[in-house]
């Protein structure tokens, strides 16, 4: 996973403050390291409820001329492994409709599931 930009650490009623060039911040996750891992979340912060769609990432390795990919393990019980956690105030359904609308039209709505 790749991040453009800085932050400065937040807190638990305050998410991090960023500040990048040109007002734009670009996260890159390839296909490489995406799994079908997802775990939905929920956190209330001040009385209100945000529920976040977590999506788990694995490490890609080339050992020989295979290309495997796995959990970043330090020992038997410390996952290191990244995730992107996708966050909202209110129903992420939407977003992620008009996404998965996005791209059907871009696949000509193939179906098909491949990634």
């Not at 060039?21 to 912060?45: C, F, L, Q, S």
């Not at 290309?67 to 966050?87: K, L, Y």
């Amino acid at each position: 996973m790749k991040v453009t930009g800085t932050s400065e650490r937040g807190c638990a009623d305050h998410p991090p403050i960023h500040h990048f060039k040109g007002n734009t911040m670009r996260v890159n996750v390839y296909a490489e390291e995406m799994t079908d891992k997802i775990e939905i979340i929920a956190k209330e912060i001040n009385g209100q409820e945000f529920t976040g769609l977590r999506f788990y990432l694995e490490l890609p390795v080339t050992h020989g001329q295979m290309q495997i990919s796995g959990p970043f393990m330090h020992g038997a019980d410390d996952n290191d492994s990244s995730a992107v956690t996708f966050w909202g105030k209110r129903d992420l359904r939407n977003v992620l409709r008009k996404a998965l609308a996005e791209l059907d039209a871009h696949y000509g709505d193939a179906g098909d599931g491949a990634a």
